[in-house]
T-cell receptor, first 114, second 113 residues
Framework: SAVISQKPSRDICQRGTSLTIQCQVDSQVTMMFWYRQQPGQSLTLIATANQGSEATYESGFVIDKFPISRPNLTFSTLTVSNMSPEDSSIYLC???????????FGQGTRLTVV | AQSVTQPDIHITVSEGASLELRCNYSYGATPYLFWYVQSPGQGLQLLLKYFSGDTLVQGIKGFEAEFKRSQSSFNLRKPSVHWSDAAEYFCAVASNRDDKIIFGKGTRLHILP
């Protein structure tokens, strides 16, 4: 298993600003992902955070809007840039500790853009 | 690419009744399949998972799911629901080629007293 800590747990931000979310894992993991959960919706995969290289983004998500860093095997950040109210969501960090494992999730960051 | 369909957005059952939540997946090879539950304001909790072997999988909280390759399904069942089972249930699939897990749109379960 893995224990994931996300910071901040929630924030209220002004439109046009940026927020960086941190994800810290208690062990080294190769597979780390960022998801978005809009109000009343399911989880949508934003990107796979790759250690030492650029993140792999899913269709509809771009690096300029959601830059991701992964400096080592226990830490990643997701930045939500130039925010608009449509970015109000819960952002979740997730890891898998192996190919035959489930995804473990942090408690999420609840973002409200006003 | 893999995908997951949960055809029922809402399901309402009476407390003590049986439950079946449907999940269909699309993937060329044998997928890895999961059911997660999310209670209001809570994080995601894994109920059960299937990777290989016995197609009937037992999970926590009295839940089970059956993998049926011929129907591309992985339906979740519980013989008798409790009021505390009211939550959002997500079916998810991963491939054995890439590592990402894709989630269905979820089924919200309501329990009548």
């Amino acid at each position: 298993s893995a224990v994931i800590s996300q910071k901040p747990s929630r924030d209220i931000c002004q439109r046009g600003t940026s927020l960086t979310i941190q994800c810290q894992v208690d062990s080294q993991v190769t597979m780390m992902f960022w998801y978005r959960q809009q109000p009343g919706q399911s989880l949508t995969l934003i990107a796979t955070a790759n250690q030492g290289s650029e993140a792999t983004y899913e269709s509809g998500f771009v690096i300029d809007k959601f830059p991701i860093s992964r400096p080592n095997l226990t830490f990643s950040t997701l930045t939500v840039s130039n925010m608009s109210p449509e970015d109000s969501s819960i952002y979740l960090c997730s890891v898998r500790t192996g190919a035959n494992t489930e995804a473990f999730f942090g408690q999420g960051t609840r973002l409200t853009v006003v | 690419a893999q995908s997951v369909t949960q055809p029922d957005i809402h399901i309402t059952v009476s407390e003590g009744a049986s439950l079946e939540l449907r999940c269909n997946y699309s993937y060329g090879a044998t997928p890895y399949l999961f059911w997660y539950v999310q209670s209001p304001g809570q994080g995601l909790q894994l109920l059960l998972k299937y990777f290989s072997g016995d197609t009937l999988v037992q999970g926590i909280k009295g839940f089970e799911a059956e993998f049926k390759r011929s129907q591309s399904s992985f339906n979740l069942r519980k013989p008798s629901v409790h009021w505390s089972d009211a939550a959002e249930y997500f079916c998810a699939v991963a491939s054995n080629r890439d590592d990402k897990i894709i989630f269905g749109k979820g089924t919200r379960l309501h329990i009548l007293p």
